[in-house]
């Protein structure tokens, strides 16, 4: 059934093609952002200060339940089928959590995704629920729990510090996105 303001059928949930087409791009940047980010500086999670950013900016230009969820699946599917990631058939999971974790903050702390305070804690967040799911899918995989624990705290610190990061960048850059007429009138549906 076509909106009756804007004429334009919507897909999944209350989806658009734009907002779709924004999903899919947006999944296939991420995989690129964690591709130039492979230098090796030893410090872990630093590559989350680019996909948590556009994650950020993908949940505030399309402002709709659900992006979340459909934006970590698309993107774990890509990594999953291009490659990337060294988790095997679980590689999936890291981002589908990901992006649930980016649902459920946005729904559940109050104002506006432009907030910088807001950002970080989104940001750190859902970085810190990658992490979760990198871990829970090393002990599915069978990795001794030793190996696993070794270092977590080091790596957790790091994870909430560049997904915080991230989300203050994704803030800033929705910020500019917003201001951009073609962009706000989309994200608010006109």
Known sequence: MPSEMTGRQ??????????????????????LAKQVLRMPIHVPGHSGV?????????RGLVDKRGVGP??????????????????GPLEWTKWLTAGVILELLVLSIPGDLRAWGKAAVVGAGLHLGK????????LVLRVPVA????????????????????????????R????????DAQARGG
């Open 50 to 58: 680019l996909w948590v950013a556009l994650f950020v900016v993908c």
């Open 147 to 174: 190996l696993l624990l070794l270092g977590l705290g080091w790596s957790a610190t790091t994870h909430a510090l560049f997904g915080a990061l991230g989300g203050v960048l994704g803030a800033l850059a929705l």
């Open 10 to 31: 919507p897909y999944v949930w209350s989806l658009t093609l734009r907002d779709l087409l924004l999903i899919a791009l947006i999944a296939a940047l991420c995989m």
């Open 70 to 87: 459909l934006l970590g699946l698309v993107a774990g599917l890509l990594a999953q089928f291009a490659g990337f990631g060294h988790q």
């Open 131 to 138: 992490l979760a799911a990198l871990t829970f899918a090393g």
């Open 176 to 183: 500019e996105l917003r201001r951009v007429p073609f962009l």
